[in-house]
């Protein structure tokens, strides 16, 4: 075998290890032979459906065994897993199932009205299954998820390295776009970064030796959401390395369940996305001293959102022995960067070692000198996406071959240090042009966030008639903490050059980030124009 493709892997793992832990969420818990039984009844379900080979199958479902199982069972059928981000609205649901051909919804039941809502503006859609989860018996219109996974198994198709994982992006600078991704490059892309690492053009054989060898893979425990690529990409790569996934119960963020669930099913590797998790996690064990051991974890890893050195410093001294893994990727370039910070080294926040084939490049199409304050656009080659889904122009743009090779461009911008390691900027869509100067949002809200009265900053750019336009802030003070508009604004022109301090500081009871800890920009930008204009 040459090429790779998820569900042969995870039979393999089935084969070799059957009475394993594959997925433990609270009281429910599969073996690897149930995990394989499971997603092979399910996918027997779809292809018994008739639909042509790749057609979409949508997880509109928040975490829980039942996103796996519809992640697997999907490919099983030959067909392509979409996501769905549950916050979605009645015509962002619309849109996501219409430009992703959608022909099945997994849902929990909770989203039954909204599904009710749009259904009948989406006729090609054949099948809904239903996820119980208390808040209602399943609709006429749909089947129980329990009843098609009750199928029984049937000869599925052949497994293919070319069929698709589609992941669409989360849509907050403009509509999603789905990221098309054939199953053999982004199993080699994910590996690469992973725990126990296969030979990139091995085979099935290669993954039995190295069980025999080490046994039950680590035990991965995703904090985020699985409707994300952070999420989700880990939770595969996790399985696809032999081990377990273990899953919070809740459908909201909380830290002492986490740290609970960590300490309880002794997780070696806990996700997270940035400060917004990691600040809560680290107030719950101080607050805890002596409740959580963690004598089974080896590292944090964190992708999506800025980590701030001060609380990576805070969770080092708790737990000397854990490395801290800051990662830098996006659905569309994976692998583009990374820092590890332990009790021997502390890596400063947005600092990234880059990853293999990864340059960053000036507006000229140059390397960007090392050690200057040249900031170029990061761009990574080797493994990538196909495109994006039904948008050639976007792909066109996003995707470029330069010379002989072909490279993810997604608009992220950084500067170089003179050690090669990169200094995170932003995304270059985010940028703001003030008076001609260069501004990066991320690297200001960095700079709020060092104030000891800040928990939380976003910062925009508004039109202006000075300078084309100015900075604005948005900020969240934390709980009985405050401080002035003027004091913030010193605080950033002390750590930065003085036009990328804020122009205007907004209070906000909370800046609102979305499940995954990301930002959204629009939103913001809006409401600082409307605070502004309340002002004149």
């Known amino acids: 075998m040459s090429e790779?493709?998820?569900?042969?892997?995870?039979?393999?793992?089935?084969?070799?290890?059957p009475l394993a832990s594959a997925i433990?969420?609270?009281?429910?818990?599969y073996s690897w032979r149930e995990f394989v039984d499971a997603f092979e009844s399910l996918g027997t379900y779809f292809h018994q459906l008739g639909l042509p080979r790749q057609s979409t199958v949508a997880a509109y479902l928040y975490n829980g065994p039942e996103y796996l199982l519809t992640f697997a069972g999907t490919m099983a059928a030959g067909h392509v897993p979409i996501n769905t981000n549950y916050r979605y609205g009645h015509d962002e649901l619309a849109y996501l199932f219409d430009n992703a051909d959608t022909r099945i919804v997994v849902f929990h039941g909770t989203f039954t009205d909204k599904i009710e809502a749009l259904r009948h503006e989406l006729p090609n859609i054949v099948s809904y299954l239903h996820v119980q989860d208390g808040t209602g018996p399943c609709p006429e219109w749909a089947t129980p998820f329990t009843e098609a996974l009750a199928t029984k198994a049937a000869p599925l198709p052949a497994s293919s390295p070319d069929d698709l994982v589609m992941m669409y992006t989360g849509g907050t600078t403009g509509m999603p776009k789905?990221?098309?991704?054939?199953?053999?490059?982004?199993?080699?892309?994910?590996?690469?970064?992973g725990f126990r690492k296969y030979p990139e053009h091995g085979d099935l054989g290669d993954i039995a030796r190295m069980i025999d060898e080490g046994g039950p893979g680590y035990a991965l425990l995703p904090a985020c959401p699985l409707m994300h690529g952070t999420g989700l990409f880990t939770a595969i790569r996790a399985l696809a390395e032999a081990g377990r996934v273990v899953l919070l119960p809740s459908r909201k963020f909380d830290a002492q369940e986490l740290a609970e669930t960590i300490e309880e099913y002794d997780v070696n590797a806990v996700v997270i996305v940035g400060d917004p998790f990691a600040r809560p996690l680290l107030l719950e064990i101080r607050e805890n001293p002596t409740k959580y051991k963690f004598t089974?974890?080896?590292?944090?890893?964190?992708?999506?959102?800025?980590?701030?050195?001060?609380?990576?410093?805070g969770l080092i001294e708790l737990y000397e022995s854990v490395l801290l893994v800051d990662t830098f990727s996006s659905s569309e370039a994976l692998g583009m960067g990374s820092s590890v910070s332990s009790k021997r080294k502390m890596t400063q926040t947005a600092s990234f070692k880059l990853g293999e084939m990864v340059r960053v490049v000036n507006e000229d199409g140059q390397d960007v000198t090392p050690g200057t304050e040249e900031i170029g656009r990061l761009m990574i080659g080797g493994r990538n996406p196909m495109g994006y889904y039904k948008d050639q122009a976007k792909s066109d743009a996003t995707f470029q071959t330069i010379g002989s090779v072909r490279y993810s461009v997604p608009g992220d911008m950084a500067k170089v240090r003179e050690d090669g390691s990169i200094h995170l900027l932003g995304r270059g869509s985010q940028c703001i042009n003030t008076a001609g100067e260069k501004v990066f949002?991320?690297?200001?809200?960095?700079?709020?966030?060092?104030?000891?009265?800040?928990a939380d900053a976003c910062v925009v750019g508004t039109p202006s008639d000075t300078y084309g336009s100015q900075v604005v802030a948005a900020v969240e003070f934390h709980v009985g903490q405050s401080a002035s508009e003027a004091e913030l604004i010193e605080h950033v022109k002390s750590?930065?050059?003085?036009?990328?301090?804020?122009?205007?500081?907004?209070?906000?009871?909370?800046?609102?980030?979305?499940?995954?800890?990301?930002?959204?920009?629009a939103r913001h930008q809006r409401e600082a124009v409307e605070w502004l204009s309340s002002l004149a």
């Open 4 to 17: 790779w493709s998820y569900v042969d892997v995870w039979r393999t793992v089935a084969g070799k290890q």
């Open 495 to 521: 750590r930065l050059a003085s036009y990328k301090a804020p122009r205007a500081v907004r209070i906000v009871e909370t800046i609102g980030r979305a499940v995954n800890g990301k930002m959204d920009y």
């Open 441 to 454: 949002p991320e690297e200001v809200e960095e700079s709020l966030k060092t104030h000891p009265a800040v």
């Open 178 to 193: 789905g990221v098309m991704w054939r199953q053999d490059d982004l199993f080699v892309r994910l590996n690469a970064g």
């Open 296 to 313: 089974a974890l080896v590292a944090i890893v964190s992708s999506g959102a800025m980590w701030s050195q001060e609380i990576k410093e």
């Open 24 to 29: 433990e969420a609270g009281e429910t818990v």
